[in-house]
T-cell receptor, first 114, second 110 residues
């Protein structure tokens, strides 16, 4: 079945450091790929998405490119801030008969120190 | 537009009891999905309802059930609670694609 594997955390960085969180997936066909972020005590917020190969999703300085050849969707940010501290989830969706079911990775906890 | 709301936000139950959680989707959204989040298993899909019909179902025992009303509000029910049911239960609503999540209901089973 479909699955998502992402970099194990926790990840601790200093402010203004470069961030990469790796994500690879296993799925037949052409899934849509997502990064969600979860701040303490809150639900999930969509950070960015890509729906086809070579698409680049971007938002709030974060970027991820849909790489079909390596089945990857790595999250990057050039200069992180303390406010980026959260748990990040990579996910995929393969619409089935119109249904939207997200398959998530295990999540990566990111802590940014000032 | 108001976001997805879930009630209650926190719940404490004992083993063997049953519980009902509620989710109100974003106005106009007809699809509601439920997910369970635990430290050990991560985020797992429970089921999805669309226009009052269950459209998709995850791999959970029959103790987990749900329904959707004509106004798209959804409830999920867990019967005969077990300690392992302690989790954050997230609801998401969508209309043609992107899912918007509520803040979740934190269920603790003692």
């Amino acid at each position: 079945g479909d699955s998502v594997t992402q970099m194990e955390g926790p990840v601790t960085l200093s402010e203004e450091a470069f961030l990469t969180i790796n994500c690879t997936y296993t799925a037949t066909g052409y899934p849509s790929l997502f990064w969600y972020v979860q701040y303490p005590g809150e639900g999930l917020q969509l950070l960015l998405k890509a729906t086809k190969a070579d698409d680049k999703g971007s938002n709030k300085g974060f970027e991820a490119t849909y790489r079909k050849e390596t089945t990857s969707f790595h999250l990057e940010k050039g200069s992180v801030q303390v406010s980026d501290s959260a748990v990040y989830f990579c996910a995929l969706s393969r619409p089935f008969q119109g249904a939207q079911k997200l398959v998530f990775g295990q999540g990566t906890r990111l802590t940014i120190n000032p | 537009k108001a976001g997805v709301t879930q009630t209650p936000r926190y719940l404490i139950k004992t083993r063997g009891q049953q519980v009902t959680l509620s989710c109100s989707p974003i106005s106009g959204h007809r699809s509601v999905s439920w997910y369970q989040q635990t430290p050990g298993q991560g985020l797992q899909f429970l089921f999805e309802y669309f226009s009052e019909t269950q459209r998709n179902k995850g791999n959970f025992p029959g103790r987990f059930s749900g329904r959707q009303f004509s106004n798209s509000r959804s409830e999920m029910n867990v019967s005969t609670l077990e300690l392992g049911d302690s989790a954050l239960y997230l609801c998401a609503s969508s209309e043609q694609g992107e899912q918007f999540f509520g803040p979740g209901t934190r269920l603790t089973v003692l």
